[in-house]
Nanobody, 117 residues
Framework: QVQLVESGGGLVQPGGSLRLSCAAS?????MGWYRQAPGKERELVAF???????NYADSVKGRFTISRDNAKNTVYLQMNSLKPEDTALYHC??????????????WGQGTQVTVSS
């Protein structure tokens, strides 16, 4: 069983920055972040393969950067130029990238990001 422990959420003003971290136990997987805002569907924000290939949602391209430290089994999400619409519960996940599709298998508890003045 893979355990995922997230940290780094909080309250930030529009235009500000936050960095989320997620430490995973177990083997190296493709890792990513989903988010879900109240009343909205869950959205894939970004993922990164074990080899470092990345993919981003159009809504965060140019503002968010996903990275990982394989030695620490940790993935990071640097979020810049935050907007109120980025407010959501952000979940770290780990899974598999096969056939051009990311399929999460393990999920963290989530960390809240609130962007508000």
């Amino acid at each position: 069983q893979v355990q995922l422990v997230e940290s780094g959420g909080g309250l930030v003003q529009p235009g500000g920055s936050l960095r989320l971290s997620c430490a995973a136990s177990g083997s190296i997987f493709t890792m990513g972040w989903y988010r879900q805002a109240p009343g909205k569907e869950r959205e894939l924000v970004a993922f990164i393969t074990s080899g470092g290939a990345t993919n981003y949602a159009d809504s965060v391209k140019g503002r968010f950067t996903i990275s990982r430290d394989n030695a620490k089994n940790t993935v990071y999400l640097q979020m810049n130029s935050l907007k109120p619409e980025d407010t959501a519960l952000y979940h770290c996940n780990a899974g598999y990238y096969l056939g051009g599709r990311y399929s999460p298998k393990y999920w963290g508890q989530g960390t809240q990001v609130t962007v508000s003045s």
